[in-house]
């Protein structure tokens, strides 16, 4: 995430263009229209969120994919109507925005797609460290110092990684113990402690006030070992409203 928020702040331009992307069509129906007249199969441009891992790279690679496409509907949209518009012409139009665009995407997007992988539940620690040390080794080859360097400082005050990897290299050898194996399914990321403060705000909704500890309980167990969200819904429902029926 360290490493993704270096890239954006070293393409000031690539961010100024995502940045007004989004607002131009941002509660305005009349140029979402504009856009679906002109393409009606190109997506509304991404509203990455800063703080969510990966979605400013993922964001890069829509313009990247459709650059020519947002391009000429900027030059149907007059610069008078908002601020966004202007920002976004003036950058588009830039020589150096699609070589950064470009660059951006051919040596970073891998970055993106390995922070959803990392998310992903039951990866073991082996397959993490496989995608880990892929993403360091793009980085080095991009030849960019400064993401380079960033993605050597977060290593470098994570000191136990090294710990965990000899913990992957016994678990991928069959060599380790017991008290080894248990690191097996170990997360390199913080997401799931993330997952879980979202979990409970949701289940502890101040709209749920008639819940009781026992149901409490069940809509956890029920809300982490549902593979299908919508069912886990459908049953969270289900004890609420014996909730409401108990009193």
């Given at each position: ?27 305005s129906?009349?140029?979402?229209k ?13 509203q ?26 900027l ?61 360091r ?5 991009s ?13 470098s005050?994570?000191p ?18 017991d ?44 809300y ?12 969270v ?7 409401e029926?108990?009193d």
């Open positions: 995430h360290r490493v993704a928020e270096k890239i954006r702040s070293e393409y000031p331009d690539v961010d100024t263009l995502i940045a007004n992307g989004k607002k131009i069509f941002l509660k129906p009349s140029r979402v504009l856009l679906k007249d002109m393409y009606p199969n190109l997506p509304l441009p991404p990455p969120i800063i703080t969510r891992w990966g979605t400013w790279l993922a964001a890069a690679s829509y313009y990247v994919k459709y650059f020519d496409e947002i391009k000429h509907i030059t149907c949209l007059r610069s008078s109507e908002a601020v966004s518009i202007k920002n976004a012409k003036n950058i588009i139009n830039k020589d150096n925005i699609r070589n950064d665009l470009n660059f951006i995407d051919e040596n970073f997007k891998i970055i993106q797609i390995a922070l959803t992988n990392l998310q992903k539940r039951d990866r073991s620690i082996v397959e993490s460290f496989q995608i880990f040390d892929e993403v080794s793009v980085v080095n080859w030849m960019s110092s400064p993401i380079q360097n960033k993605l050597e400082a977060v290593i005050r994570n136990d990684i090294d710990i965990i990897r000899t913990f992957s290299e016994q678990i991928a050898s069959g060599s380790a113990t008290d080894i194996l248990i690191w097996k399914f170990a997360p390199l990321t913080s997401v799931e402690v993330e997952r879980t403060f979202s979990t409970y705000k949701w289940i502890l909704n101040v709209k749920r006030n008639r819940l009781k500890l026992a149901n409490m309980e069940k809509i956890i167990v029920i982490f070992n549902s593979t299908e969200n919508e069912n886990a819904i459908s049953n429902e289900e004890i609420d409203s014996e909730n029926d108990d």
